[in-house]
């Protein structure tokens, strides 16, 4: 099957500055696939650059087999939906989707009928008359998807579009993208800088640091399996122990990933970590302890329920060898 995007060996200079430094991705036709980073890690010019808005100062870039180095944005068959979503105040709801059919002098009609079905896909059928500015946030966001559904794009790039919106709403349309882009079954390349996000909807996620592309994989091998320090530091705060740690517990000189939840307390006696509890942090369901193991710490996820040490108080920990990955010294 032919890739829906792919980017080989693509860099974008500013200046001494490499924001896309050497990058080269796959993304598969009909993927939900997340691009995730901090703030300056590269991610949202690669986005621009296979919009076309920016192009590569050296790579190649593909969209469906076919070269789309240097070609502008208005002749590839991808859209873009951003984060403010870029509205016009002065349009109605309806006429802001069929914007871009107007600008291809389709017949009203037919363009008004082609936004109708785009809105009632992002479900705000009805809404065709009201203007931006008697919506919420959330309805705003379904019109700026709705406006790039509208021509049918190949592939849906979207740019951190629910950084706007409140944890709830936000939570629920993750829910709704998701089911969205199934039942289109149209690529969608989603950049975040949020991990919950990425877990949660992604197919595949794709870490980004210093312009590079760190690892690519499944959001179970994302979390579970990360290939360096960075990822399992970034991707939900892992524990990071260092090789001499890992040594005295494996007797392999590596660097090792302990999710918090994989951690348990035990009797300080006969435990290969023990420590000195520093810190307690009630999160609802579970709390978070940060054991000092002398001089670095460990973060144990726990149930809320269960009687747990004060701060100050010694404890063992205890985990399944299994929970412990082990990663290159290198990274």
């Known amino acids: 099957m032919t890739a829906a995007v792919c980017l080989r060996n693509v860099s974008r200079h500013f200046g001494v500055i ?58 590839r068959n991808v859209n873009t939906v951003f984060q403010d979503y870029a509205l016009f105040p002065h349009l109605n709801v309806l006429d802001n989707v069929a914007y871009s059919l107007m600008l291809k002098k389709a017949p009203r ?33 379904r019109v700026a998807l709705a406006r790039a559904l509208v021509n049918r794009p190949k592939v849906l790039l979207l740019d951190e579009p629910l950084g706007a919106l409140d944890l709830k709403l936000r939570e629920s349309m993750q829910e709704e993208l998701k089911s969205l882009q199934k039942a289109l079954g149209i690529t969608f390349i989603f950049v975040t800088h949020d991990q919950g996000e990425a877990l949660s909807m992604a ?8 312009g ?6 499944t959001p179970e091998e994302i979390y579970a399996r990360p290939n360096s320090r960075f990822v399992a ?11 001499d740690q890992v040594s005295a517990l ?17 009797p300080e006696a006969g435990s290969a970590l023990a420590g000195t509890v520093t810190t307690k942090n009630y999160l609802g369901a579970t709390t978070r ?4 193991i002398g001089g670095s710490s460990i973060h144990a996820l726990l149930p809320s329920g269960q009687e747990l040490p004060d701060i100050g108080a010694r404890t063992g920990l205890a ?12 990274q």
Not at 212 to 217: H, M
Request: with cysteine; charged share 25%; net charge negative.
């Open 18 to 75: 490499k924001a896309m430094d050497e990058v080269n991705l796959t993304i598969a036709s009909g993927e939900f696939f997340a691009m995730l980073g901090p703030s300056g890690s590269g991610k949202t010019t690669c986005l621009r650059v296979i919009a076309g808005f920016e192009q590569p100062t050296h790579g190649h870039i593909e969209i469906f087999g076919e070269d789309a180095t240097g070609v502008p944005p208005y002749r």
């Open 109 to 141: 009609a037919e363009r008004h009928k082609a936004a109708e079905a785009a809105l009632d896909m992002v479900k705000l059928a009805g809404y065709g008359t009201r203007r931006p500015s008697e919506l919420s946030g959330g309805q705003r966001q």
């Open 203 to 210: 197919d595949r996620v794709a870490v980004f640091s210093g």
């Open 212 to 217: 590079r592309v760190i690892q690519v994989g």
């Open 233 to 243: 530091d970034f991707v939900g705060s892992s524990n990071v122990l260092n090789p």
């Open 250 to 266: 494996t007797g392999e000189r590596r660097w090792g990933s302990l999710r918090s939840e994989s951690v348990r307390l035990a």
């Open 289 to 292: 302890l940060g054991i000092d």
């Open 319 to 330: 985990f399944e060898r299994g929970a412990l990955h082990l990663m290159e010294a290198e």
